[in-house]
């Protein structure tokens, strides 16, 4: 039996949605945009919005291994199912862009399944406790840098 968890955040970007998009679905570059949560990434289009991504991700001060299966909605963000059996984790992320009055609002949800037993008891609590405001540092703060004016 595994356990699921779900996380929610929903920022707003002063910046157009299209120059957030165009960052946010230029996966080969996030290494160089995002440096804190991804360390190389492999990108194989499979048609115009189907992306087969091998990335080496961070997290909890570990580096490992993540298989991306994602499906770009242009103008509109991303879905991705990822795998990362050498973690002990499997997940569904969804991004989606909308505007906002104050520029692209990003609502960012992520259901984390854990596989290992052994790993719930450790992971859980971080990943429902840490992994947003995280994220929101390692993504959404490089994010405003990058485009915000």
């Known amino acids: 039996m595994a356990d699921e968890i779900t996380l929610h955040g929903s920022w707003v970007i002063k910046a157009p949605r299209s120059e957030v998009f165009a ?3 230029d996966f080969e570059r ?3 945009y995002f440096p804190k949560v991804a360390e190389s990434v492999r990108v194989e289009r499979l048609g115009d919005d189907r992306r087969a991504i ?10 490992f291994p ?3 299966s994602t499906q770009v909605h242009p103008g509109t963000g991303f879905d991705s199912d990822n795998e990362s059996p050498k973690f002990g984790t499997s997940g569904h992320e969804d991004v989606r862009l909308s505007d906002g009055p104050d520029g692209t609002v990003i609502d960012y949800t992520y259901q984390v399944t854990i596989h290992r ?7 859980k609590p971080l990943i429902a406790g840490f992994s947003m405001r995280y994220w929101e540092k390692a993504v959404i703060h490089e ?3 990058r485009v915000e004016r």
Do not use: I, N
Not at 56 to 61: A, C, D, M, P
Not at 117 to 123: D, E, F, G, H
């Open 54 to 63: 091998d990335a080496t991700v961070k997290s909890f001060g570990q580096r």
């Open 66 to 68: 993540v298989s991306m």
């Open 143 to 145: 994010l405003r840098t």
């Open 30 to 32: 996030w290494p160089e």
């Open 23 to 25: 960052t946010l679905t």
């Open 117 to 123: 037993p052994w790993l719930r008891v450790v992971a």
